[in-house]
């Protein structure tokens, strides 16, 4: 049997040995949700990135100097807000209350194993790396052993080792699902987590934000706009391009959240994402970065060097955006249209169809307008914590009106914008035989981003306007309205 904290049922029994025999926890394998390793490293090149050039020499000094001077990095409000594995606390707890000793054993330095173990009351002793060389293999089970003559329960993932699993008398292997029964020792036991909760996919999506692919469909509007509309080759080569601004784009997100990890593990819903509660380890999230980015880079070398120069183009902003103008008020969003409109650029580059600069326009005013939708609902949101500044954002609460009044003031540009492109491209261009339809896009454009406005304003929008408009059957039925429109004066 298991425990399972959620339904407050005992899975796991409680463990058949005296309570003499401590209860051994591995912090980075079982009490934290992450590797404190791999979280300093992001906070060093954070906060350090130029000292990277020291690593060499520090690695001269010794696998132990080296680690020292990158766990430095570590600040202590780094690790209030590391991600616990809330299964095997709740399973601490429970032991430590019946009177056993819990034991936090770790490979890190003493005082981040100190600074952990001062946000879980449980824990009574702690066994670092200076007591015992690397603590890893045969040489941390030997010293558990002589610590603890008498015997002792060891908790850790499915990676420990196993010397350790027969060193110790029982063991709680920690994992989200049961696995193989050859991964468990003989005398073992799993202890359940809804770490990988929804399995790898729903961890994929999710840090991929693939609900985001819905916006790189801009690529498919230079096609469709330019007549081009039943060339198949022209489709292939443009749905190429729609996964390669997609694979870079989630890419540019992963890297977002793992640079962010901090300030978002303190947000009220950013530190649900994969990789601020650990979900997905960092090692992960750089595997799909470097993916995703191989793959974008493949598809866009098969369309050709203009192709490759929007997506190196897209790249440069949102890596500018990421580490240095999300700070800054007013830019962030300008930036944030920027790209959207260069999923448009990407799509003539691919077509080879004559630029429109009302169109290119259109887009810039459209998605500043939902961008700072965003921005408003993350400022009021902001406030209900109260809070007057967010972390990572350059925004304070007084700024919501002079957000409002920009919002606003671009959904009205953006329907200015659409009738001038109607009068002064579309309608010339005789690719329409009955034009006069297109006169309800400005109208369902209206409605459409007034329709986020409210929401966003009666405190009704979560976050993102593009989530939330993919989930709203009055924006679905305005798309399918345009959808409608679009084919009516098509044929």
């Known amino acids: ?22 209860l051994v926890l591995d912090m980075d394998g079982a009490l934290l949700a992450t590797d404190t390793l791999h979280e300093a490293v992001v906070c060093f090149i954070r906060r350090r990135g130029l000292a990277v050039f020291k690593a060499p020499s520090w690695l001269m000094r010794g696998r132990g100097y080296f680690k020292t001077q ?39 330095d003493r005082a981040i194993a100190e600074r952990v173990a001062a946000h879980y009351p449980f824990v009574a002793e702690i066994i ?10 045969a040489d ?14 060891y908790a850790g993932d499915s990676s420990v080792d196993p010397a350790i699993w027969k060193a110790a008398v029982g063991t709680i292997v920690v994992g989200p699902t049961a696995g193989p029964k050859a991964a468990l020792p003989q005398n073992g036991q799993w202890l359940h987590t809804a770490t990988g909760r929804g399995g790898l996919l729903a961890v994929l999506r999710r840090s991929l934000r693939l609900h985001q692919w819905v916006k790189n469909g ?88 203009a192709v490759v120069g929007v997506l190196s183009l897209y790249l440069v902003i949102s890596l500018a955006y990421s580490f240095r103008f999300k700070r800054e008020p007013i830019i962030d969003v300008f930036l944030l249209a920027t790209m959207f409109s260069l999923r448009l650029a990407l799509g003539i580059a691919i077509t080879h169809a004559k630029p429109s600069p009302w169109l290119i326009v259109f887009s810039m005013f459209t998605f500043l307008s ?22 990572g954002r350059g925004y304070e609460a007084a700024d919501a009106p002079l957000v409002l ?23 010339p261009a005789g690719v329409y035989h009955r034009p006069d339809f297109l006169w309800g896009f400005p109208i369902v454009i209206f409605l459409f981003l007034s329709r986020i406005w409210l929401v966003c304003h009666r405190g009704d929008l979560h976050d993102d306007p593009v989530a939330y408009a993919l989930k709203d059957k009055v924006s679905l039925f305005y798309g399918a309205t345009m959808t409608a429109l679009f084919v009516a004066a098509m044929v």
């Open 70 to 108: 990158i766990l430095s990095s570590l600040t202590a409000e780094d690790i209030a807000y590391l991600p616990s594995v809330a299964e095997v606390v709740a399973f601490a707890e429970r032991e430590a209350s019946l009177g056993r000793r819990v034991v936090l054993t770790t490979a890190a």
């Open 405 to 427: 009044a920009l919002g606003v003031g671009s959904t009205l540009a953006t329907v200015l914008i659409m009738v001038l492109y109607l009068i002064d491209d579309a309608f």
């Open 128 to 137: 670092a790396s200076d007591e015992g060389g690397g603590l890893k293999g």
């Open 218 to 305: 801009l690529v498919f509007v230079p096609l469709i706009l330019s007549g081009q509309l039943f060339d198949p080759w022209d489709w292939l080569r443009v749905l190429i391009g729609f996964i390669a601004i997609g694979l870079l784009a989630s890419a540019t997100y992963v890297l977002n959240d793992l640079w962010d990890l901090s300030e978002d593990r303190q947000h009220w819903s950013k530190r649900n994402r994969p990789l601020a509660s650990g979900r997905l380890s960092i090692i992960g999230g750089v595997t799909l970065i470097a993916s995703c980015g191989l793959g974008s880079l493949a598809a866009g070398l098969a369309l050709g060097p």
């Open 370 to 391: 939902l961008s700072l939708a965003k921005r408003l609902t993350e400022i009021k949101r902001m406030a209900e914590h109260g809070l007057e500044r967010t972390l």
């Open 1 to 22: 049997m298991d425990f399972d904290v959620e339904t407050g049922e005992e899975k796991i029994p409680s463990l058949n040995f005296g309570l003499s025999v401590p």
């Open 140 to 153: 941390k089970a030997s010293l558990l052993a002589k610590r603890f003559p008498e015997g002792f329960v």
